[in-house]
C-alpha cells in the first residue's frame, strides 16, 4: 500500500489543533472532505479546548500519537462514500464498529474515549498506510 506522510502540506488532509470559540460553536462541516476524529463529544462543540484530526488514510493505530481512548465524536462528509471502523484494542483488535454516518457521542455506541485503532475506507477501498507525523 502507498504511504500517506499526514502533513498539512498534504492537501489539507490533517487539521490538528485546539479549536477556539468560533470554530467549535459555528463549525462548518462541508469545509472538510475527510472523516474527522474529535478529542470530545459533539464535535468539541461543547468543549472548545479539544483537538481534531482529519484523516484520509487508513489501517491506523492511535497509541504512539496521544490519540489512544480520546477520541469521542466523529464527523464523515456524508455523500463521499466515507466508511469509519473503528476498534477497542491496537492493531485493529477487540470490539468494533463501522459506520458510514457522523457519530456526535460515541458513548452512544459505548465505545467513548476507548478507541485505539481505525480503518477508513472510501467506496469500499482501503485509503493507504498513515505515517503521523
Known amino acids: 500500500m502507498k504511504n500517506v506522510v499526514l502533513a498539512l502540506a498534504l492537501l489539507g488532509t490533517l487539521a490538528f489543533a485546539p479549536a477556539n ?11 472538510y472532505n475527510s472523516p474527522v476524529i ?19 488514510c487508513t ?3 492511535f497509541d504512539n500519537v496521544g490519540w489512544n481512548d480520546t477520541i469521542s465524536s466523529i464527523y464523515i462528509p456524508s455523500g463521499q462514500g466515507w ?14 464498529y463501522r459506520t458510514s454516518s457522523s457519530i456526535v457521542n ?26 503521523w507525523r
Open 83 to 96: 466508511v469509519v471502523e473503528i476498534f477497542e484494542a491496537s492493531h485493529f483488535e477487540g470490539r468494533s
Open 59 to 61: 489501517e491506523f493505530n
Open 38 to 56: 474529535y478529542q470530545h463529544a459533539a464535535f468539541n462543540r461543547n468543549d472548545p479546548g479539544g483537538a481534531q484530526v482529519s484523516i484520509a
Open 21 to 31: 470559540d468560533s470554530e467549535a460553536i459555528d463549525i462548518d462541516m462541508s469545509l
Open 106 to 131: 460515541l458513548e452512544k455506541i459505548r465505545f467513548n474515549d476507548i478507541v485505539s485503532s481505525i480503518k477508513i475506507y472510501k467506496r469500499g477501498v482501503l485509503q493507504g498506510d498513515c505515517i
